[in-house]
Structures are given as structure tokens and as C-alpha cells.
């Protein structure tokens, strides 16, 4: 096994852990690219998809690095990414925001329990795989939820939000004059945000990691 | 059969077939345009309570599905400003992010200068110091004056107007020209002495 070529993630986990190294000692620049890589699956897999909000998940994603290079001598290597690291982290910030915001705890809660399910972070060693599982069960998760609306509802959510056509697209595809098209999605959106979220009153979210 | 909109976020949805009373329409309409700007990336700060619960759960359903990004330009700014934020280092006072280098830099230019100024006056002081003993500091400036012809130089004019008795105090227009004579012909000496120039 030795003797064989390494693969791209067996190099990127070394390169990882050697500026992780570096960071333990006291060059926090070394960090530096370890964030610009997982910058953007925080903000996308774990943050967004928790907050809903583009501007509070800028914040939470900034405070969710700034934390990571705080705190990186805590972190002990495992032969893993940083990934799982850097997401527990981030789904503790998001958690922290909710609970300041209980108007959207359901929501919230539904999201942060059911992800933490189902990817077990000490499971996987590649960040890649790790968000791209998460994004399967975010997605999962909205697409159970949408089968639970009415077809028109859930048709009007794919047009104008899945799919991004213009209202006037959307209301031609429905048959419908525009402003019946923006009551359709309205109550749409309603009827979803209210099934998204029914399931969050039956379990707590875990909380874990020290950050 | 009209429906009252009064609990957006807690009340029942009423089905998709049934006629909306006015205020809902409105709403629905406010709506609309919410998700428009937010479409095309320009959401506004300020909202309703309700309308942005709502519009949480279509970002949520946008994001999941890959339709929200955080565009490259600000990852590189969030990532700046984290790292920022971890050492300590203040924010620029506006537009683009300053590498975290160059912020680190900064903390250390007020030592740095400090340190350059003590040095340089500690050197100057043992400067001082060494060549005050050997007596040649002041050599220079009494060697240079030596060399210059007295016309040259300022002088006292006792030379030329002597003591003044009583009876002449009043001739001191003739005492001027008598000086303005002999510095005339400094001068002139001296311009001859640069071949007429100044």
C-alpha cells in the first residue's frame, strides 16, 4: 500500500495538516487557505441553508472562521479534514442565532437536528464528501416537505424559486394572471415554512464541541 | 369565499383555488416583489417580521438547491475579516479588505519607528561623545574664517571713524560714508576676486 501513488485527498488532507501545524504554532496566516477552501461549503451546505438570511449568514460565516483561527490549538488532528471541525463550529453559531430569534426556531431546529443525523462528521475523512452529503439531505429534506403541499403550491415553488423564472413566466405556465401567481407562491411559501418545520418540536437539536 | 390575512406565519393556508381578500393580495403582492430583489440580489434591510420568516424559507429552498452563492470577491472579504477579527487587528476604514499580512505589518510599525529613533539618537549622542575630546569640532569654522580676507568678513567700523569728539557728533552722516566707502570696496574686491560675477 505503501509503494502506491497518493490520491488528490490524501495530499490535500497532508498539505491541511501541515498548515494546521503551522497555525498551532503561531503563524495564524497559515490558515489563510484553509479557509478560502472551505469558505464556501460553510456558507453553502451549513450556514444558508440553516438561516435563510444571505446577510446573517455572512456574519455567522465570518464568526464561525474568526472562532476556527481563535481557537485552532484546541483542535487535535485525526488523520480527518478540518471540515467536520469547522461545520460543528458553524451549526453551533447558527443555533446561537436562532435561539436569539425563537420567530425561527422551527425552522432552524428542523434543519440543524436532521442534518446532524444524518452525516456523522467522524465518519468521513474528505470535506467534499461531507458537504456533498449534506447537501443530498438538505435537499432531501425540502423535497419531502414540498410533497407534503398541494401541486400548484409546489409547482409555483419549483417555477419561481428551484427554477428562478420570472413571475410572468411562472403565471403563464400556470394558467394564471400574475397577480394570482404571487398569492399562489405567498401561500405556498406559507404552507411549506409551516410543514418544514413541524418537525423540529420533537427533538431538541444536539449541541456538541466546545466552541 | 375571502380569506382574512391575519396570521401569516400560525395561521391555516387556505386552499389554492380560493378568491383572496384584498389585504392578502397586497401582501401576497409585497411578497413578490421581496423575492424579486432577493432574485436578483438586492433583498432590502428593512421588512416586516412575517415577510422575512417567509422569505427565510425560500432562501432556505434556493440554497439547498444551489441557487445561493457567496460570490468569490466576498469569501475573499469575509475570509480577510475573520482573520482580521482573530488577531485583533482594527478594520480599514473603507473599501477593499487589507491582507491579514499586511494588517499583522501594522501592529508592528509604531516599534518599529520608535526603535529607528532611539538608535539613531543613541548613534548621534556617541558621535557627539567621541569627537568632543579631540578637540576638532571646532576647528573647522575658526580654520575656514582664517582664510577669508578680513574686507570679507564683519567687522567693527573703530577703525575707520575712531572716538568722536563732542564738537563732531553731529557729522554722522560723513562717519556713514566714510564705512559705506570701505564696504564698497570690499564688495568690489570680491567681485573682482569671482572674475565680476555675483
Same mark, same amino acid.
Given at each position: 500500500?505503501?509503494?502506491?501513488?497518493?490520491?488528490?485527498?490524501?495530499?490535500?488532507?497532508?498539505?491541511?495538516?501541515?498548515?494546521?501545524?503551522?497555525?498551532?504554532?503561531?503563524?495564524?496566516?497559515?490558515?489563510? #487557505?484553509?479557509?478560502?477552501?472551505?469558505?464556501? #461549503?460553510?456558507?453553502?451546505?451549513?450556514?444558508?441553508? /440553516?438561516?435563510?438570511?444571505?446577510?446573517?449568514?455572512?456574519?455567522?460565516?465570518?464568526?464561525?472562521?474568526?472562532?476556527?483561527?481563535?481557537?485552532?490549538?484546541?483542535?487535535?488532528?485525526?488523520?480527518?479534514?478540518?471540515? #467536520?471541525?469547522?461545520?460543528?463550529?458553524?451549526?453551533?453559531?447558527?443555533?446561537?442565532?436562532? /435561539?436569539?430569534?425563537?420567530?425561527?426556531?422551527?425552522?432552524?431546529?428542523?434543519?440543524?437536528?436532521?442534518?446532524?443525523?444524518?452525516?456523522? #462528521?467522524?465518519?468521513?475523512?474528505?470535506?467534499?464528501?461531507?458537504?456533498?452529503?449534506?447537501?443530498?439531505?438538505?435537499?432531501?429534506?425540502?423535497?419531502?416537505?414540498?410533497?407534503?403541499?398541494?401541486?400548484?403550491?409546489?409547482?409555483?415553488?419549483?417555477?419561481?424559486?428551484?427554477?428562478?423564472?420570472? /413571475?410572468?413566466?411562472?403565471?403563464?405556465?400556470?394558467?394564471?394572471?400574475?397577480?394570482?401567481?404571487?398569492?399562489?407562491?405567498?401561500?405556498?411559501?406559507?404552507?411549506?415554512?409551516?410543514?418544514?418545520?413541524?418537525?423540529?418540536?420533537?427533538?431538541?437539536?444536539? /449541541?456538541?464541541?466546545?466552541? | 369565499?375571502?380569506?382574512?390575512?391575519?396570521?401569516?406565519?400560525?395561521?391555516?393556508?387556505?386552499?389554492?383555488?380560493?378568491?383572496?381578500?384584498?389585504?392578502?393580495?397586497?401582501?401576497?403582492?409585497?411578497?413578490?416583489?421581496?423575492?424579486?430583489?432577493?432574485?436578483?440580489?438586492?433583498? =432590502?434591510?428593512?421588512?416586516?417580521?412575517?415577510?422575512?420568516?417567509?422569505?427565510?424559507?425560500?432562501?432556505?429552498?434556493?440554497?439547498?438547491?444551489?441557487?445561493?452563492?457567496?460570490?468569490?470577491?466576498?469569501?475573499?472579504?469575509?475570509?480577510?475579516?475573520?482573520?482580521?477579527?482573530?488577531?485583533?487587528?482594527?478594520?480599514?476604514?473603507?473599501?477593499?479588505?487589507?491582507?491579514?499580512?499586511?494588517?499583522?505589518?501594522?501592529?508592528?510599525?509604531?516599534?518599529?519607528?520608535?526603535?529607528?529613533?532611539?538608535?539613531?539618537?543613541?548613534?548621534?549622542?556617541?558621535?557627539?561623545?567621541?569627537?568632543?575630546?579631540?578637540?576638532?569640532?571646532?576647528?573647522?569654522?575658526?580654520?575656514?574664517?582664517?582664510?577669508?580676507? =578680513?574686507?570679507?568678513?564683519?567687522?567693527?567700523?573703530?577703525?575707520?571713524?575712531?572716538?568722536?569728539?563732542?564738537?563732531?557728533?553731529?557729522?554722522?552722516?560723513?562717519?556713514?560714508?566714510?564705512?559705506?566707502?570701505?564696504?564698497?570696496?570690499?564688495?568690489?574686491?570680491?567681485?573682482?576676486?569671482?572674475?565680476?560675477?555675483?
Amino acid at each position: 500500500m505503501a509503494s502506491e501513488p497518493a490520491t488528490t485527498v490524501e495530499l490535500e488532507l497532508e498539505q491541511e495538516q501541515r498548515l494546521v501545524e503551522e497555525a498551532q504554532q503561531g503563524n495564524l496566516d497559515a490558515m489563510r #487557505p484553509i479557509l478560502e477552501r472551505y469558505a464556501g #461549503p460553510l456558507y453553502g451546505t451549513v450556514i444558508l441553508p /440553516r438561516l435563510g438570511d444571505a446577510a446573517s449568514a455572512e456574519e455567522v460565516l465570518r464568526d464561525t472562521l474568526a472562532t476556527a483561527v481563535e481557537k485552532i490549538r484546541r483542535f487535535t488532528w485525526q488523520g480527518k479534514s478540518i471540515y #467536520p471541525w469547522l461545520r460543528q463550529i458553524a451549526i453551533n453559531k447558527v443555533y446561537d442565532v436562532h /435561539r436569539q430569534s425563537k420567530r425561527s426556531r422551527r425552522l432552524a431546529d428542523a434543519m440543524v437536528h436532521e442534518i446532524d443525523v444524518e452525516t456523522d #462528521p467522524a465518519s468521513h475523512a474528505d470535506a467534499q464528501l461531507i458537504a456533498d452529503q449534506e447537501r443530498r439531505a438538505h435537499r432531501e429534506r425540502i423535497d419531502e416537505t414540498l410533497q407534503q403541499l398541494q401541486d400548484r403550491y409546489r409547482t409555483a415553488i419549483e417555477l419561481r424559486l428551484v427554477q428562478e423564472l420570472p /413571475r410572468e413566466d411562472c403565471a403563464r405556465r400556470l394558467g394564471v394572471t400574475i397577480g394570482t401567481f404571487d398569492v399562489l407562491l405567498f401561500r405556498a411559501v406559507r404552507a411549506f415554512r409551516k410543514h418544514f418545520g413541524e418537525h423540529a418540536e420533537r427533538a431538541e437539536p444536539p /449541541r456538541t464541541g466546545d466552541t | 369565499m375571502a380569506t382574512q390575512d391575519d396570521d401569516t406565519l400560525t395561521g391555516s393556508v387556505p386552499d389554492p383555488d380560493t378568491e383572496p381578500a384584498p389585504a392578502e393580495l397586497a401582501h401576497a403582492r409585497r411578497f413578490a416583489e421581496l423575492v424579486d430583489k432577493t432574485l436578483s440580489g438586492r433583498t =432590502p434591510p428593512a421588512m416586516s417580521a412575517d415577510d422575512r420568516a417567509l422569505l427565510e424559507a425560500a432562501t432556505v429552498i434556493r440554497a439547498t438547491h444551489g441557487s445561493v452563492e457567496l460570490a468569490p470577491s466576498k469569501q475573499r472579504q469575509v475570509v480577510e475579516d475573520a482573520l482580521r477579527q482573530a488577531i485583533g487587528a482594527p478594520a480599514p476604514s473603507r473599501g477593499a479588505a487589507v491582507p491579514i499580512a499586511r494588517a499583522r505589518a501594522r501592529r508592528w510599525v509604531p516599534w518599529i519607528v520608535a526603535g529607528t529613533s532611539t538608535l539613531v539618537a543613541a548613534a548621534a549622542v556617541a558621535m557627539l561623545w567621541l569627537r568632543g575630546p579631540a578637540g576638532t569640532g571646532h576647528a573647522g569654522p575658526v580654520a575656514r574664517r582664517a582664510e577669508v580676507p =578680513p574686507e570679507w568678513t564683519s567687522r567693527p567700523a573703530d577703525s575707520l571713524v575712531g572716538p568722536i569728539a563732542r564738537d563732531h557728533a553731529g557729522d554722522a552722516s560723513a562717519r556713514i560714508d566714510a564705512i559705506f566707502a570701505d564696504r564698497l570696496d570690499g564688495f568690489r574686491a570680491r567681485r573682482l576676486a569671482r572674475g565680476g560675477k555675483p
